[in-house]
């Protein structure tokens, strides 16, 4: 009965488990994204959201980013910088101050914009929230990384 237990827990914790090719993390943290990205020789992706009243991010954030095809793509070729500025929830202040410079850096004047920079943080190109899920949003992005090559 205990080696049956043991067997059962193991496989529902295999199985329960996030695989690590479907698992997108997003930071906040530029700095360390720019060198993963770097290292990794991976396209960086700042996604400017108002995560908590923006509805359009919202929207993207759930048709796209939380599709196992976009971490999927994601987890292959980009590493994800999330720029929030929320308007009900508190940030650092270390990272207000990096999310409003990066915002003035690439004269951001809406949401959900997403800018697409090479491993060496060139810009390549921006998407924006757009209909047809991660398999639309992807392919865009894809087009975008093929002419930054």
């Known amino acids: 009965m205990t080696r049956l ?4 827990a ?3 914790l295999v199985w329960l488990a996030p695989s690590n090719a479907a698992e997108e993390v997003w930071t906040s943290d530029y700095a360390a994204a720019a060198a993963k990205a770097k290292k990794e020789n ?5 996604d400017f959201t108002g995560s908590d009243w923006c509805c359009w991010c919202m929207k993207l954030k759930e048709e796209v980013f939380a599709q196992k095809e976009f971490k999927d793509w994601a987890a ?3 590493v ?5 500025f929320p308007r009900h929830n508190m940030l ?9 410079e990066l915002r003035n850096k690439y004269n951001i004047r809406g949401y959900p914009t997403i800018i697409v920079l090479g ?11 757009m209909n047809g899920g991660p398999a639309a949003w992807t392919k ?8 930054g090559k």
């Open 5 to 8: 237990f043991i067997v059962v």
């Open 119 to 129: 491993p060496t943080e060139n810009k390549i190109g921006e998407l924006g929230y």
């Open 80 to 84: 994800l910088i999330e720029v929030d």
């Open 42 to 46: 991976k396209a960086l992706l700042l």
């Open 140 to 147: 865009a992005c894809d087009e975008i990384l093929a002419k």
């Open 76 to 78: 292959q070729k980009a």
């Open 92 to 100: 650092a202040a270390e990272t207000t101050k990096q999310n409003a």
């Open 10 to 12: 193991f496989l529902l």
